[in-house]
């Protein structure tokens, strides 16, 4: 208590001018409109500075807590990504599954599988599909997806084949129109991998744009009916002997994931039979 009173005591005029000072600006914003709205404006401009600084510094902190939080909800959306892709592909899968049905006869059935590789913009393009010997898979069968036809199978190992897909300069598939039954041969020219070529269509045919492409059932590889694509464009071919029919896809090969193999269990049979009748007419004709 004696400290306390010798410290007044030594600054009594510093702590009266303090007072006087605090008292006057007491009475200067108190009583004069313009300097009060002025004391009112800074503070709470410094105030909100205050405020700012501190909630910065608080976010700063808690910064470790939101990245878990953020990282749990990412978590949990990336599981969701992953469950809507695998019920996606279960989905394709069964609609391929389901056309290729459709237009099969009892003596067809159709193995599921998946491309596991593929290229779109050679000359000669192939794809890998993940079924093999083991699944049944063998050469000159079928593949199709849910849009419609997607090649032959070329190659086969145990659990892998490789296809010649549309989308091959040597891919050669006998198809027809629709609308008339006129049928030809669908080849595709390096380029787009969206169009494709039906040539051999005569200049009589009544073919018109929009007119659907789909097998004639002519091979055993591929039953009648299954969809090739549409007719873009009706031109003439370099003899102007028939016509050349510009036809879009309907595999877009770009997105090309589930696929499913045709196998025929008369093909064996069929071929056997035409194989002889060609022996036969060889006979004749020597």
Known sequence: MRNLIDFVQRHIHWLVFLFLEVVSLVL????????????????????GKVNELTSGVSS???????????EAENE?????????????????????????????????EVVSGQVVNATLHRPNNLLTINLGEADGVRPEMGV???????????????????VIPLL????????????TSYYGILQWQHGDPEISYLNGIPRHAKVKV??????NGYSDIFPAGIPIGKVIKITDTSDGLSYSLVVKL???FKTLRNISVITNYTQPERRALEQKADSLVQRIEN
């Open 210 to 215: 929009g007119d659907k492409i789909e097998t």
């Open 76 to 108: 949990a959306l990336r599981k969701q990504v992953l469950e809507l892709q695998a019920k996606e592909e279960e989905r394709q899968a069964l609609a391929a599954d389901t056309m290729v049905r459709r237009h099969l006869l009892p003596t067809y």
């Open 60 to 70: 700063y902190f808690n910064l470790k807590d939101e990245n878990i939080h953020l």
């Open 168 to 179: 091959n300069t040597q891919s050669n598939i006998s198809c027809r129109i629709d609308s």
């Open 250 to 252: 309907f595999t877009d």
């Open 28 to 47: 200067l914003f108190k009583h004069n409109s313009y300097q009060g709205s002025v004391f009112i404006s800074t503070a709470n401009a410094l105030s």
């Open 144 to 162: 199709v997806c849910s849009s419609g036809v997607v090649g032959i199978v070329y190659l086969t190992s145990a659990h892998y084949s490789v």
